[in-house]
């Protein structure tokens, strides 16, 4: 579309993923079919969940941490009888006290915001043989630990690092494929939304509530699963091509350069993931700021500026502890991924700079 239909690219920073663009495709396979060949691919982290369930003959207990996404949880609350332990994203490694488990039951490992490694559980693991490991590599899912992952089950979801329409995966030692039906409706759906988000973006008049609410329809659908469902073929063949290493660099670019930029701020802005043990463990720069007003007030400020600013997550206070509801009340992710460069980097440290020096 030219001339009246379509004006200048908008400028947006995060938000939903749109359909890539060819600069993020490899002229070849990646490693992903490869090294991921034992793996079930899903729709969704959460269709992975479901897989992993029907593995077993009877209900099990599952060990989740607190601080774990609450529609995630509501979930597997449907398959597994759930208790939690603390693992904040503020401490250096969980507080393994605090699992309680019987022998035969699942403990989930969760590598939060890629901030874990191996190391942190091994010494866990080594004590408890007679404990059943779900590793969730949702925010790294191919960093070195998630490639090289000896445990009894492992999963991730890929849609929140990778613009696919859909997108999960599941395996393990343990691991037994089970058949699933094709998420093909779902998929289609949200290949239309990220083209006519796509179209907006290019500056063509497209209404956002046409391709909000289709992304509002998949999510639902995936809220309310009772099975799972594989993954899309196109969403497969867009995985398999993708320079992932190339995305990385670019996430690992921004988020240097952000943190440079916020030099002075350490008083106001808490950076809690900047050290992992690869690059491919890398997710978007998480924020604590210092009051959950403060936060809730960034965030406003931040949307007008066109900066969609996620929380991972918002917890019931009714439901977790004093502590993992304060930390969740205070944590923000900026989401400098691989689409943005070092324009979109200054932008966004003036918008958290100008933010800090009117409330410091």
Not at 322 to 351: H, T
Request: aromatic share 12%.
């Amino acid at each position: 579309m030219t001339g009246d239909h379509c004006r200048k690219r908008r400028t947006e920073i995060g938000s939903y993923f749109e359909l890539p663009g060819k600069s993020m495709f490899l002229g070849r396979r990646n490693f992903i079919p490869e090294l991921f060949a034992d793996c079930e691919w899903t729709a969704s982290g959460r269709d992975a969940f479901i897989a992993i369930a029907k593995n077993f003959r009877r209900r099990k207990t599952l060990h989740v941490p607190e601080f774990f996404c609450p529609l995630t949880l509501s979930i597997l609350e449907k398959f597994f009888d759930v208790k939690t332990y603390v693992d904040l994203p503020t401490e250096s490694i969980p507080r393994f006290e605090t699992i309680n488990a019987n022998p035969g039951d699942i403990v989930l490992v969760l590598d939060i915001f890629g901030m874990r490694s191996r190391d942190t559980w091994v010494g866990f693991l080594e004590l408890r043989p007679d404990l059943v490991f779900l590793e969730d590599h949702s925010h790294a899912p191919f960093s070195e630990w998630a490639k090289n992952s000896s445990a009894n089950f492992t999963m991730a979801s890929l849609r929140k690092c990778f613009p696919i329409a859909s997108g999960g995966y599941v395996g393990g030692a343990d691991f037994k494929r089970v058949e699933g039906p094709k998420g093909g409706r779902h998929e289609d759906d949200k290949l239309r939304g990220q083209y006519l988000r796509k179209l907006y973006m290019d500056g063509c008049k497209i209404s956002p509530d046409s391709f909000v609410g289709m992304f509002n329809s998949v999510e639902a659908h995936y809220n309310s699963n009772t099975d799972f469902f594989e993954m899309g073929d196109v969403s497969k063949e867009v995985l398999f091509s993708l320079d992932v290493e190339k995305m990385q660099k670019a996430r690992r670019a921004n988020f240097e350069a952000l943190k440079s930029e916020l030099e002075g701020f350490g008083g106001f802005y808490n950076f809690i993931n900047a050290d992992t043990a690869d690059d491919m463990s890398l997710f978007n720069p998480m924020l604590v700021l210092n009051s959950g007003a403060l936060r809730e007030a960034l965030r406003k400020d931040m949307l007008f500026r066109r900066i969609y600013t996620p929380v991972l997550w918002d917890l019931d206070r009714e439901k977790v502890s004093g502590e993992a509801y304060d930390v969740s009340s205070r944590i923000i992710d900026i989401p400098l991924d691989f689409r943005y460069g070092p324009a979109q980097v200054e932008y966004v440290a003036s918008a958290l700079k100008h933010f800090a020096e009117k409330n410091g």
